[in-house]
């Protein structure tokens, strides 16, 4: 998310497993244009359906050009 709140960016990787690794992978980019130096906001959900279990991971990347 920008500074604004805005969502720049988001990613479903229904398929990861140990061998391989996540598709989702953020270029720096939005809109294509590279995004301004600074802090953004990232929210992670993921979920393991064999043990039935969810976790949410909020932080934050800081973009350095």
């Given at each position: 998310f920008n500074?604004?709140?805005?969502?720049?960016?988001h990613c479903e990787d229904n398929a990861p497993n140990n061998e391989i690794k996540s598709s989702c992978v953020w270029?720096?980019?939005?809109?294509?244009?590279?995004?301004?130096?600074?802090?953004?906001?990232t929210i992670i959900n993921f979920k393991n359906h064999k043990l039935n279990q969810a976790q949410t991971i909020r932080t934050s990347i800081m973009v350095i050009d």
């Amino acid at each position: 998310f920008n500074r604004w709140g805005q969502l720049i960016y988001h990613c479903e990787d229904n398929a990861p497993n140990n061998e391989i690794k996540s598709s989702c992978v953020w270029d720096g980019t939005f809109n294509g244009v590279n995004v301004s130096n600074g802090s953004y906001a990232t929210i992670i959900n993921f979920k393991n359906h064999k043990l039935n279990q969810a976790q949410t991971i909020r932080t934050s990347i800081m973009v350095i050009d």
